[in-house]
């Protein structure tokens, strides 16, 4: 038993290779040191090498992080070791000499995962984004985004590229998974040559957050790639892939696997067993379960049967542990009180209402008991106290977000309509939005419905609804974006929502209606009301000089318009003569004189 001083966060086994030739003894024993060693990172930045041959701390690597280790990975030269941690960083460690031999800056946030490629020249990091880094240049090779929040698992899922014909330079082919705090979605990565597709070729969904993944690598083509999940509810998913291409629908799982109480001792109601974590066997057709409890886990192994999609193992399992409290219940000694002792009570914590204090002598005296009067019973003397809970207020007057948020999970697990009334008729956006953030995951999905069934029965209270619907989409979209079944669970919202849009249109076009026949009214009304007025002038002014200018121009127009009047005879007469000129050859006569016409003859 390892027992530590510093909070263990993440560990590590790394293992040294055979010899291929026969060694000396001194190198045999160089190796022996190097065989299973543990790496463990603590939450103070340093991390601890315990050797599991000797059963003790061998060395302790310092000075690379300044905050809690999130993960350490062993490089198969086995000297060498990478860790990541909360302050951005990524350090290469040398295990012969304990210092640092390589740091640097692996994102703009924590780096909370890593893993190395099977040939040990790239080196995978993720925070929010995912980076695949070159161990030699340690230059980003390729960017991966798709996760909303951390990632918290990743690991290669195929040692060679699944086409063959192509020349492999060990990297660019391969397949990879990854998964992410609060994402009830695993998904898998194609490394390319190229830097186009960024986004996943493929996903996993299961019914909960994964604790605990494992997978057998695929070495061949035609080998589909098995992958054990564990859930946070408990529960195991198996699949069974080939990893092909890309896949548009997220892939469920092929089989289940649940364990449970038989449900003896007089209660008929058997009760789940809690999975903590499952492997894969070398022959890759068994798994190693762990269940139970955490302190006291249970190791089995199990045949895989994948024909079935649900298993139920029943297993004897005693949940509750049996701690020895004899010992700590003799040591406890009740003390011997006096009956002229007197009791000082505290004051109760977090009230800041006053006690009252008696405003008349006669009051004073009251407190005063005689001798021979009867003693005040328990009931008066907690009257007396006068501690009001309701006078007790923050101090600006509203109660604080925590609060609200707390109430709300209350109302929605007990399903009282008083506290639900309380905290959803608020109407301050930013109390909405901050009780939503902080509101545990699980009770999203339980608040949609809440909010489903009172837009249903109260069609009133949809504007004060809708603001809750928007907080909710908006900071919990990624995590709705993950359930499975989804679209069954929201229907009826959905439903709501297309007969109100469709009802809006033809609302809209009457109020439109309504306001031209209104506006058209009103217009009409406020020109009867305005009285006629006399146009007609009262007095006309004419000026003389204006009237003999006018007769002036009268009197030029009639000439021009004499002028032109010849000009247009004259032109007439002229045009006539031409006619008959024309007109007296065409018919052979001419203008010749009688003299010249005897002649001719």
């Known amino acids: 038993m390892l027992y530590l001083s510093l909070l263990c966060l993440c560990l590590a086994v790394g293992y040294c290779d055979g010899p291929q030739r026969k060694k000396r003894k001194s190198e045999a024993a160089e190796v022996d040191k190097q065989l299973d060693i543990l790496a463990i990172g603590t939450a103070v930045g340093s991390i601890l090498l315990y050797s599991t041959v000797k059963g003790e701390l061998q060395s302790k690597l310092d000075g690379g992080h300044d905050n809690r280790i999130n993960c350490v990975r062993w490089h ?238 029943i297993r004897d399992v005693q949940k509750v542990l049996a701690l020895k409290t004899e010992v700590a219940v003799t040591k406890v000694k009740t003390p011997v009180v006096n009956s002229d002792t007197k009791v000082l009570v505290p004051g109760i914590p977090g009230h800041s209402a006053a006690v009252k204090t008696p405003s008349s002598g006669k009051e004073k005296n009251k407190s005063k008991r005689k001798p021979g009067e009867p003693e005040d019973s328990i009931e008066e003397r907690l009257g007396a106290l006068d501690i009001d809970v309701s006078k007790v207020k923050t101090p600006g007057g509203l109660p604080q977000t925590d609060s609200f948020a707390v109430l709300l999970v209350q109302g929605l697990e007990s399903n009282d309509s008083d506290i639900l009334n309380k905290v959803l008729n608020t109407r301050k956006e930013t109390l909405i939005k901050n009780t939503v953030a902080r509101m545990p995951i699980h009770a999203v999905i339980p608040l949609l419905h809440e909010l489903t069934k009172r837009l249903q029965g109260n069609p009133y209270s949809a504007s004060q609804m809708v603001r809750w619907l928007k907080s909710v989409f908006t900071l919990h979209a990624s995590y709705l974006s993950t359930l499975p079944d989804l679209i069954p669970q929201l ?36 020109v009867q009301d305005v ?70 003859e």
């Open 76 to 313: 198969q030269d086995n000297y060498c070791l990478y860790s990541c941690s909360e302050d951005k960083h990524i350090v290469e460690w040398n295990t012969q000499t304990c210092k640092v031999k390589c740091k640097w800056k692996g994102d703009n946030s924590s780096v909370s995962s890593l893993c190395i490629s099977p040939d040990g020249k790239m080196l995978l990091s993720a925070g929010r984004t995912i980076k695949l880094w070159d161990l030699e240049t340690k230059e980003v090779y390729r960017h991966f985004t798709g996760h909303a929040t951390s990632v918290s698992s990743l690991m290669f899922t195929t040692v060679k590229p699944m086409n063959e014909n192509k020349s492999f330079d060990g990297i660019t082919g391969l397949y990879f998974l990854s998964g992410a705090i609060h994402d009830r979605l695993l998904s898998v990565w194609y490394i390319r040559s190229d830097r186009k597709e960024k986004n996943a070729v493929m996903s996993f969904t299961v019914t909960d957050e994964p604790t605990f993944i494992d997978l057998t690598v695929s070495e061949v083509k035609e080998e589909p790639v098995k992958l054990a999940v564990v859930c946070r509810d408990g529960q195991l998913h198996l699949f069974e892939h080939i990893l092909n291409g890309y896949c548009k629908k997220p892939l469920t799982s092929n089989c289940t696997i649940q364990i449970a109480t038989p449900g003896n001792d007089g209660d008929s109601t058997p009760k789940p067993v809690p999975i903590l974590a499952a492997a894969f066997c070398t022959d890759k057709q068994s798994l190693l379960l762990v269940y139970g409890n955490t302190l006291q886990p249970i190791i089995e192994k199990v045949s895989l049967n994948t024909s079935e999609s649900h298993i139920c193992l």
């Open 491 to 526: 229907g009826m919202l959905y439903q709501l929502m297309e007969s109100r849009v469709k009802t809006l249109q033809k609302l809209s076009r009457l109020h439109g209606r309504l306001f031209l026949l209104v506006t058209q009214v009103a217009a009409s009304e406020t």
């Open 531 to 600: 009285t006629e007025v006399n146009q007609t002038a009262k007095l006309v002014y004419e000026d003389e000089s204006s009237e003999e200018e006018g007769s002036d121009d009268e009197m030029i127009a009639d000439k021009d318009s004499d002028e032109n009047w010849d000009e247009d005879e004259e032109k007439e007469e002229q045009s006539d003569e031409q006619d008959m000129t024309v007109e007296k050859e065409i018919n052979g006569d001419s203008d010749l004189e009688p003299e010249n016409e005897s002649e001719e």
